[in-house]
């Protein structure tokens, strides 16, 4: 499929879901809204097929990109598949369990984003991030000693983070 013609699908899809929302917050929770839940998700994996053959389409492979070129997608599930495509090509790529990790943890999956990151640690722990990240999901799942213990080695690294700095603090005095 030409590029021209996957940008123009993709953008059909996401004008489909924009139009499928604004119905559906017109609507009560009836079964309209249920419909229009269903043509929303149907129509976001469209997207989603079709973004992931945009990289093919402009002639780049997602597994063969030129290192510091990592995939970007607008949409964080499709980015999920692709990093997890590569951890089955490459059971030990570090950065890809790490992403996977990252948007399990923003979807709200703790426990499965913690094993991810386990494994993102084993193959690469000094990777920039790693000891945030973890921290922030034990914290998720209410390993308190453990984020705090965490925050204080990602502190150690780098001592001018002032985020990571308040949410130690924040742990720190809910724990007295």
């Known amino acids: 499929m030409r590029r021209r013609d996957v940008l123009r699908r993709r953008g059909a899809g996401e004008e489909k879901v924009a ?3 604004n119905q559906q917050m017109q609507v009560k929770k009836n079964d309209e809204y249920q419909a229009l839940g269903h043509e929303i998700a149907t129509t976001q994996e469209a997207v989603g097929v ?3 053959q945009e990289l093919p389409a402009r002639g780049e ?3 063969h990109l030129p290192e510091g070129r990592l995939p970007s997608f607008r949409r964080p599930e ?3 598949r692709a990093w997890r495509r590569l951890s089955y090509v490459d059971p030990e790529d570090g950065e890809a369990w790490f992403q996977i990790a990252a948007t399990l943890g923003r979807r ?3 426990g499965p984003a913690e094993e ?3 494994r993102a640690m084993d193959l690469n722990p000094t990777r920039p991030g790693m000891l945030f990240l973890l921290g922030w999901v034990k914290e998720n799942l209410g390993k308190t000693n453990e984020a705090i213990e965490l925050y204080q080695h990602h ?3 780098h001592s001018d983070d002032v985020g990571t700095r308040r949410r130690l603090v924040g742990l720190l005095m809910r724990t007295d």
């Open 108 to 110: 709200g999956e703790f």
């Open 116 to 118: 991810a990151l386990e």
């Open 61 to 63: 492979d997602p597994l």
């Open 155 to 157: 502190l150690e690294v």
């Open 19 to 21: 139009k499928y929302k």
């Open 78 to 80: 499709v980015a999920e």
């Open 50 to 52: 079709l973004e992931e």
